[in-house]
């Protein structure tokens, strides 16, 4: 389930290329936007990239990309997220790049942060990026590389029906053609035939433009947390209450959804833990955290259904917490909540408590917005801007 309350009537990338030219006009895109100039003179290794440093290579992609059919044909509000990806895929490539000890260049780790450097550009832009449209373009940046990458993976079957639960598997090939027709390398139609592998491999697994379904809600729980398993399987549901895992930056109103919303649910607040045992949010919180663990286990084991109310912004947070739940056969619904940063830290200013701005600073820094992989139901509340001044602060 998602709730998007903004939702823009249309959206296109600026400078994105239209018909029946489809001119690409790179003059005015790098006099526009200061994370394309940053890739200029950063080096690529030649073996794969010998067209030159970052941005000759974000170029060519570009061009590559605007000269596929395929994208061409695509809807306006998606040739548009596709460029919008084609220029940021390797955004954080001058931040990861390094000169290894046997004089080979590397960039390992740019994909991952990539993503969250291309939420933190998107969320800047006026009017805001819609939510879908933003994730979805982080989506493709994060998991660009997977149709090169995938006879590699352990359980190359579940990596792309996990990824097909948060974006389109044919958008990741459309980049990932782009990504090797804009370079100079060796093994091009090596990887070309990788690429079109990919998509005979998702099509066949039912998940190429589209989510792969599962019999239940359940089902793909338990699909994603076992190495092996079926996903046709319908597993039997034997959960015996449920957990509602909040999660968002302090002051984007979790407290408030939760008194509108699960007013009768009992809830685990580690704010109020910090509190009741007078720890500041600076300190070290294990005591504070194993603390609200011990009371969850008393619901868990009564089979009583509560709420855990937390930041929970990385996914690493958020998956301890679920095996523990998921060891006493609770349902997990994560809400994730999310209002702009800058109404964040106005809203942190005016609380009794008020959380260091460089915590988060730090939280939003390294965020992961929850995908449906990781529970049972998942739910997405995107406040209106232009309602934030009406809502009450929490």
């Known amino acids: 389930m998602t709730a998007i309350l903004s939702q823009s009537p249309t959206w296109t990338f600026p400078f994105c290329p239209e018909p029946p030219d489809w001119f690409l006009d790179w003059d005015s895109i790098q006099n526009h936007f200061d994370w394309i100039k940053n890739l200029k003179g950063c080096q690529q ?3 794969y990239h010998a067209e030159g440093d970052v941005l000759i290579h974000t170029k060519m992609v570009c061009e590559a990309l605007i000269s596929s059919t395929n994208w061409r044909q695509l809807p306006e509000k998606e040739r548009s997220i596709l460029f919008a990806a084609a220029l940021l895929h390797d955004v954080a490539k001058p931040a990861f790049t390094k000169i290894e000890a046997d004089g080979r260049i ?5 994909a991952r942060q990539g993503a969250r450097m291309v939420r933190q550009i998107l969320s800047q832009f006026e009017p805001p990026v819609q939510f879908d449209i933003r994730e979805t373009v982080v989506a493709i940046v994060q998991f660009g590389s997977l149709p090169i990458w995938l006879i590699d993976k352990p359980n190359p079957q579940q990596s792309v029906i996990k ?6 598997c044919d958008f990741l090939a459309l980049l990932a053609e782009a990504d090797v027709r804009g370079r100079q390398c060796s093994d091009r139609q090596e990887l070309l035939d990788k690429i079109e592998l990919f998509r005979e491999f998702c099509q066949e697994n039912n998940c190429l433009d589209s989510p792969r379904q599962f019999p239940s809600a359940h089902s793909r729980f338990i ?3 076992k190495d092996n398993a079926n996903p046709d ?3 039997f549901d034997d959960t015996k209450c449920e957990v509602v895992l909040m999660s968002g930056l302090p002051g984007s109103g979790k407290d408030y959804w939760i008194r509108e919303n699960l007013p009768n649910l009992p809830v685990i607040s580690l704010d109020a833990l910090r509190m009741e045992m007078n720890i500041s949010p600076e300190k070290n919180q294990s005591e504070v955290v194993e603390r609200a663990k ?13 709420v855990w109310n937390a930041t929970n912004t990385t996914k690493q947070m958020r998956q301890q917490l679920i095996d523990l739940f998921a ?14 940063i800058a109404e964040i830290q106005d809203r942190n200013r005016s609380r009794t408590a008020p959380v260091p701005e460089a915590v988060i600073q730090k939280l939003a820094d ?3 917005i929850p995908d449906r992989t990781e529970a049972h139901q998942v739910e997405w509340i995107v406040a209106d801007p232009a309602t934030l001044g009406a809502m009450p602060r929490s």
Not at 106 to 110: T, V
Not at 327 to 340: L, N, Q, S
């Open 223 to 225: 699909y994603f947390r």
């Open 163 to 168: 990824v097909s639960q948060v974006v389109r």
């Open 45 to 47: 290794d030649p073996i």
């Open 327 to 340: 060891a006493y056969k609770a349902r997990i619904r994560i809400v994730y909540i999310e209002v702009p």
């Open 366 to 368: 390294r965020l992961d």
């Open 233 to 235: 399987a319908e597993m």
């Open 294 to 306: 011990q009371r969850a286990k008393e619901y868990l084991r009564s089979g009583t259904s509560f």
């Open 106 to 110: 590397s960039s390992k780790g740019h």
